[in-house]
Nanobody
């Protein structure tokens, strides 16, 4: 059974940084893990994703250049390093997984089978 646990959310001032973690268990040998976010009243948005074991990554337009996704194979943890955070980055952040059939990962929520409970990120002064 796939289980995902997010951590690392919190409150930060504009321009600050946070690192989110997603620890996965029960995942297959090849999978895609994505980070998504959802602000109140808005649709869930793909932020970044990464494949295992190949570690190919993709980023949404808002994340490109500011966020970095990485994977620690030793403990099946995927990190989302977020820098230059702005108030519009405020949202609940979720990680999600689907078994991988090719060498790229999707930023579409409907592609994902398993979801974590989410961690809140608030950016305000």
């Amino acid at each position: 059974q796939v289980q995902l646990v997010e951590s690392g959310g919190g409150s930060v001032q504009p321009g600050g940084s946070l690192r989110l973690s997603c620890t996965a268990s029960g995942v297959p040998d090849a999978y895609a893990l994505g980070w998504f976010r959802q602000a109140p009243g808005k649709a869930r948005e793909g932020v970044a994703c990464i494949t295992a074991p190949n570690e190919r990554s993709s980023y949404g337009d808002d994340a490109q250049g500011r966020f970095t996704i990485s994977r620690d194979n030793a403990d099946s943890t995927v990190y989302l390093q977020m820098t230059a955070l702005q108030p519009e980055d405020t949202a609940e952040y979720f990680c999600a997984v689907y078994p991988l059939g090719n060498n790229w990962c999707s930023l579409l929520a409907r592609a994902y089978d398993y979801w974590g409970q989410g961690t809140q990120v608030t950016v305000s002064s």
